[in-house]
């Protein structure tokens, strides 16, 4: 989430909208409590360094939400395809059952055959 309201915010102060507006959609958007002008004050005061490593942690729990998104679709495509292999194999034991059946009915059918007189 933290990735697409840094999108949203990039591409509002393009497109040229106020930081009141851009701070209104955002709030309308994600429900999100948005800094105020004075908090942005205190955040522009501070050295750059302290900017960049806040920007640098937004980013990191940015990437952090996204890598344990496809952590989970992995996982969820790797039960899906354990089922399917499973389910398969379960097909190719019934089929070596019934066909281990009917082998054996042969056989039997051969023995009574033979103590049969011609």
Known sequence: MCLEVLRFITEAMRSGLPADEVEAALRRQFGAIVETQQQSAIVQQQP??????????????????????????????????????????????????????????VIRELQERRRQPW
């Open 48 to 105: 750059e360094s302290a900017v960049q490593a806040w920007l640098a942690d937004l980013l990191r729990e940015a990437l952090a939400e996204q890598q344990a998104e496809m952590r989970r679709q992995l996982l969820e495509e790797r039960r899906a395809e354990l089922a399917g292999t499973r389910e398969a194999l379960e097909r190719a034991e019934k089929r070596a059952e019934e066909r281990d059946r009917r082998l054996m009915e």
